[in-house]
């Protein structure tokens, strides 16, 4: 499994790509004061150079001894920064996380994706950076095929459900398993996608949806080699999860 990455099939198949970090409060970037983020935008701005904002906010409730809510207030009031560029790439940073985000159309390899997660995370470093909570990374493949019918021929058959319900009309089936496989965990999502769920479709794409995650106090420098790893994760279980047929169809 060297040659078969996800890069091999972003323009067809590759719907998302996302990386994330977590962390504890950072309290520098826990406000909603605009120009907070702005040592960060100075180093991203060249490749993501537009900039919006979101405001976020947290409410506590209280409950009398029925469970009725008696009193609500906005406790907590913060901005998320959103840094964008014209072609579909965005990161997204807060006081607790970090997400970059990519068009599958725009990826063009997992070594170009590192590049700029290389350039937020040197972005970030310039602050007293708490605690690591997680790091993430996740594909998402929908694909589309004009012979959705014969999905044996493409996806590997413990996936998908052939006939198994051609007493009725499948509306939709998408299926979740959590594995562990070494130090990560991995949440994979398979199934016949419909987009136009809840109606019948005869159209159905299928889902590959691989979402890696290591939680644990992994220090700041280990990122890198952590995301290498999982990336290797979701490229190998990718490849069991297709046949030759389908790479035929993406190279």
């Not at 390899?109 to 997660?117: G, H, M, N, R």
Request: proline share 3%.
């Amino acid at each position: 499994m060297k040659n078969m990455a996800p890069e091999k099939y972003s323009e067809t198949y590759l719907t998302e790509v996302i990386f994330q970090v977590r962390f504890s409060p950072l309290l520098q970037l826990y406000t909603d004061k605009k120009d907070a983020a702005a040592k960060f935008q100075n180093i991203i701005t060249k490749e993501f150079p537009e900039l919006q904002f979101e405001e976020n906010k947290k409410f506590s409730i209280k409950m009398d001894s029925t469970g009725n809510p008696v009193e609500s207030k906005t406790n907590e009031e913060f901005l998320t920064w959103i840094f964008l560029n014209d072609l579909g790439k965005q990161v997204a940073l807060n006081g607790k996380e970090l997400i970059l985000s990519y068009n599958g159309k725009l990826y063009a390899s997992f070594e170009e994706f590192l590049k700029d997660v290389e350039l937020i995370l040197t972005a970030l470093k310039q602050y007293n950076l708490p605690q690591i909570k997680s790091i993430g990374l996740r594909y998402i493949n929908q694909i589309k095929l004009e012979d959705d019918k014969n999905w044996g021929k493409y996806i590997n058959s413990n996936l998908h459900l052939d006939n198994e319900f051609n007493k009725n009309e499948l509306i939709q089936s998408i299926n979740k398993t959590d594995l562990k496989i070494q130090d990560y965990d991995l949440t994979f999502q398979f199934g016949q996608f419909n987009p136009e769920f809840p109606n019948v479709s005869s159209k159905k794409d299928f889902i590959l949806d691989y979402d890696c995650r290591l939680i644990n106090n992994e220090s700041f420098e280990k990122i890198i080699i952590n995301l290498n790893k999982m990336h290797e994760i979701i490229s190998n279980r990718f490849e069991q999860d297709i046949t030759e047929d389908l790479r035929k169809k993406m190279r």
